[in-house]
């Protein structure tokens, strides 16, 4: 069955005692499973498991459900089945197999329930051992913490912090399940794990949970959060929760790193004006509205070497409310499957750039990159750099108009651009509609040079837009439309500047209905 509406990825629906099976072509200690199960008439979920067979002998069971997944009606949407519309269809669920398999293995998912798996995709993973607990840190069980998830450990944690902090000391949090009911407060401290396949901070309330700097305009500094996941409970989206993994304001050599974050409203939403925070090598999923967003005045933030996926909203954004985001960078980054809205998304902001990421099966209002004046941002401005991302099955259906969102969107919505906008060496892949859209503006100040389009009906989609853009080295092959590759009633002009092949850029020849 088509795995998510709009896309053009499949997946594989079995009933109680079938199966799907894969071969492993790595060594593999652990697995990650994409799935959707059906959710219930009063829209509260379900729980229901797989068994996990290795090489056909019984190995583990994996617990599966539909309390965080299927949302329905209208933005922001609801949890109730009789709002129709449904959406947001899949959860994930993960394991260990207790030891290393070798490639060649035959991992088997098996329907232990009466009712309708529908199995998207696993990942296999070889994960490190724990971590030994480092020198100068102080233990949450030291102060009371329950590892086995059966008693609430939030004072325990809120003790750790505060002894660590009056003593100079980190927080240790070792292998186990706590439960928590709050978020924490955090500065001048540094917060580790066993690793995120062992350290687990679980919420046990639905909005409010999770390790948090002080707000601006006194942000916290030097914080420093590594290697533990953070999952909440979080199955419906309410816009004034503060409901992240991690949020607040961070200045200083503050550093997010390797952490796991699932089932909050927001992976990380960060409110300025700061200065300076890096995050790196963490996974953000399963979310009901964005992975990370750097809102509002701030500044020199590096986000690298990310993977996010299932997220309810833009996936990776500068929303420039207020205040210009200045020098910020996404880099290196994975993005698969945003349920609403982007991959990546510049609202507004001076001197920011997206490079080296990939991005692959946006769903609705969305594309792939989108760079646009809206929501009250300050304009672009100085240069805006896209440059070596890479966009697999972009574009989506949009509720703004009968336009739609290419791999690449840009919309002028709120103004005109005051500065450049760079695309370099990008390539798409099997767009839904077209490579790059334009909405209302003028566009002269934006440059393509280096393109590789393949498959999709369009290159370039226009709507309502005008100016020249220069275009080198724009080459394309496989269009599935016979129209020469450009879309537009408008009098937007793609300027010839050599290199470009695959695409009719003269303007008297350009598509129009």
């Not at 959710?39 to 498991?49: C, E, K, L, R, V």
């Not at 840190?137 to 944690?157: L, W, Y």
């Not at 369009?458 to 599935?480: F, K, Q, R």
């Amino acid at each position: 069955i088509n795995a998510e509406y709009g896309s053009q990825r499949l997946a594989v629906q079995i009933n109680q005692g079938q199966y799907v099976e894969f071969t492993l072509t790595a060594p593999a200690n652990a697995l990650t499973v994409r799935f959707s199960i059906p959710d219930t008439p009063n829209g509260s979920g379900q729980i229901a498991y797989l068994n996990v067979l290795v090489n056909g002998a019984y190995t583990l069971n994996l617990t599966v459900s539909s309390i965080y997944s299927w949302a329905y009606g209208y933005y922001p949407f609801t949890k109730n089945p009789s709002d129709g519309r449904p959406h947001h269809f899949y959860d994930e669920t993960r394991g260990k197999f207790g030891r290393t398999l070798p490639a060649g293995t035959k991992v088997r998912l098996v329907a232990a329930d009466p009712i309708t798996y529908t199995i998207d995709l696993a990942d296999f993973y070889t994960i490190p051992q724990p971590y030994p607990m480092p020198s100068n840190f102080i233990s949450v069980t030291d102060h009371g913490a329950d590892p086995s998830g059966k008693r609430d450990s939030t004072q325990a944690f809120q003790a750790a912090i505060s002894a660590a902090s009056s003593q100079g000391k980190g927080v240790w949090i070792p292998e186990g399940l706590f439960l928590v009911n709050t978020r924490f407060t955090l500065n001048k401290m540094t917060v580790r794990g066993a690793g995120p396949w062992y350290s687990t901070v679980q919420a046990t309330v639905a909005h409010g949970v999770g390790f948090f700097g002080n707000f601006a305009p006194n942000p916290s500094s030097d914080v420093q959060l590594f290697d533990f996941a953070i999952l909440g409970h979080t199955n419906v989206r309410v816009d004034s929760a503060i409901d992240s993994g991690v949020g607040g304001a961070f200045i200083g050599n503050s550093l997010v790193q390797n952490l796991w974050i699932e089932h909050t409203k927001c992976g990380m939403w960060l409110d300025g004006p700061f200065n300076g925070l890096h995050v790196t090598g963490t996974i953000i999923r399963n979310t009901y509205a964005d992975g990370i967003n750097l809102h509002q005045g701030i500044s020199n933030v590096v986000v690298e070497q990310t993977i996010l996926r299932n997220v309810g909203d833009d996936a990776l954004a500068i929303w420039s409310e207020h205040q210009a985001d200045t020098n910020n960078v996404f880099k290196f980054n994975t993005i698969q499957i945003p349920v609403l809205a982007n991959g990546i998304a510049l609202y507004g902001g001076t001197d920011n750039s997206a490079t080296d990421n990939y991005v692959a099966d946006t769903i609705c209002d969305g594309a792939g990159l989108q760079v646009g004046n809206r929501y009250q941002a300050v304009s672009i401005a100085g240069t805006t750099t896209f440059a070596r991302n890479t966009l697999v099955r972009g574009g989506a259906p949009s509720r703004f108009g009968p336009q739609d969102c290419g791999s690449i969107w840009l919309w002028q919505e709120q103004g005109a651009f005051q500065g450049t906008v760079h695309f370099t060496d990008i390539e798409s892949y099997d767009s839904n509609f077209a490579a790059m859209t334009f909405w209302s503006g003028d566009y002269s100040d934006v440059v393509i040079s280096g393109m590789r389009v393949v498959g999709g009906p369009y290159v370039m989609e226009v709507n309502s837009a005008s100016g020249t853009i220069p275009c080198d080295h724009v080459v394309v092959t496989g269009l599935t439309l016979p129209y020469g590759g450009i879309h537009s009633c408008a009098s937007l002009i793609f300027k010839d500047e050599g290199g470009n092949s695959g695409w009719d850029m003269n303007h008297d020849h350009q598509h129009c209905n």
